[in-house]
């Protein structure tokens, strides 16, 4: 879901308020679980969002995304070339070998989670996969990197060394997206501060408990430029190649990250 930039301060939760999130968080990685499982060829993106919708009000929550700035789902699906923001529909009917790409987010009790994953659609090409992989890396290497008396840039940094370790081992030039990134999360979906997907590190907002963040990746198997589609969400890669997306919650405590929205 795109990332607005806000100029509010950055909030800091008790850890009450973070058991809170966590719960959201739950919604969320369950909700994913279940997704996941029912992804096959012959399946709609907008049965899979029908699907998550269903959950996650079973559950209490709130889907965050639906009616999100207009947005008409519960979930962003985007398959293929489509890197974020995809609008899930009964006419885009999953095929074997396609990599589709699940945003989910839950409001539960006012609090928010956020996550992403990756799902190959039957049998998936061997690249498509790496790709997947190496985004998992990246969003993995970020959420390490999620320590007190860090810097938000430290996370940056982390996540695009390893997207480029991950080129260098698969012998592919990933393009690692930096027109959208990650953001603070909490009371809203998007909050301060704008988590860059690059960068040097030791700069920005000192990483203090209380503090949550989404970290999310994207990278694609070709360039990382982008072009939005006329239905103003859907975002694809300029050539055309395919792209994958990992994110998780993650909050900051004296002990290090906390991912809220690991599965239990």
Not at 138 to 167: E, F, K, W
């Amino acid at each position: 879901m795109r990332s607005l930039r806000v100029t509010s301060a950055i909030e800091l939760k008790s850890a009450g308020e973070l058991e809170a999130m966590r719960a959201a968080g739950l919604v969320v990685a369950r909700t994913l679980a279940a997704i996941t499982d029912a992804t096959k060829p012959g399946v709609s993106t907008g049965e899979l969002d029908a699907l998550a919708e269903e959950l996650i009000r079973d559950a209490d929550a709130v889907p965050s995304f639906k009616g999100y700035h207009g947005f008409p789902g519960s979930v962003c699906a985007s398959v293929n070339e489509q890197v974020v923001h995809g609008i899930p529909s009964d006419e885009q009917v999953l095929a074997d070998g396609d990599l589709l790409s699940i945003d989910c987010g839950a409001i539960l009790d006012g609090w928010h989670g956020d996550a992403a994953v990756t799902i190959a659609v039957g049998d998936v090409a061997a690249a498509d996969r790496a790709l997947s992989d190496a985004t998992h890396a990246a969003m993995s290497a970020g959420l390490d990197a999620v320590r007190p008396g860090g810097r938000l840039t430290d996370i940056s940094y982390a996540v695009q060394n390893a997207a480029a370790a991950a080129s260098a081992r698969d012998g592919v030039e990933y393009g690692l997206i930096t027109t959208y990134g990650g953001h603070g999360i909490g009371t809203s979906m998007h909050m301060e501060p704008f988590l860059p997907n690059a960068g040097k590190p030791g700069r920005g907002p000192r990483l203090r408990p209380g503090m949550a963040l989404a970290v999310e990746p994207m990278l694609t198997g070709g360039t990382d430029e982008t072009v939005e589609l006329d239905d103003g969400w859907t975002v694809i890669t300029a050539d055309g190649s395919r792209a994958a997306h990992w994110e998780h919650t993650v909050a900051i405590t004296d002990d290090g990250g906390w991912i809220l929205t690991a599965p239990e």
